[in-house]
């Protein structure tokens, strides 16, 4: 078979992270998880209060906190200890 020489693909814009810090993050500090607690508590967001306390203590991931579901933590009636 005959080697055909494509032309060179190029970007048509940068990339979306060019400049960006990559990789990890720094954990959050106690005075910044109390801060967005308070936020949370005064704009009387109670579904993402309570989510955000959930994360924060079992720490599990966003994408793992939205795929729960009440059956997973609740059940007969009484919270359960562990899911």
């Known amino acids: 078979m005959k080697n055909?020489?494509?032309p060179a693909i190029?970007?048509?814009r940068p990339p979306?992270?060019?400049?960006?810090i990559v990789g990890q993050k720094r954990p959050l500090l106690p005075?910044?998880?109390?801060?967005i607690r308070?936020?949370?508590e005064l704009?009387?967001?109670?579904?993402?209060l309570a989510l955000f306390n959930l994360a924060i203590d079992s720490k599990l991931r966003g994408?793992?906190?939205v795929k729960l579901k009440?059956?997973?933590i609740f059940a007969a009636g009484i919270v359960k200890e562990r899911a």
Not at 16 to 20: E, L, P, T, V, Y
Not at 31 to 35: L, R
Not at 43 to 48: L, Q, S, V
């Open 4 to 6: 055909v020489n494509l």
């Open 10 to 12: 190029r970007a048509c």
């Open 16 to 20: 979306w992270n060019k400049g960006r």
């Open 31 to 35: 005075k910044h998880v109390w801060a």
């Open 38 to 40: 308070v936020r949370l």
């Open 43 to 48: 704009a009387e967001r109670h579904r993402d």
């Open 63 to 65: 994408c793992d906190l």
């Open 70 to 72: 009440v059956a997973d």
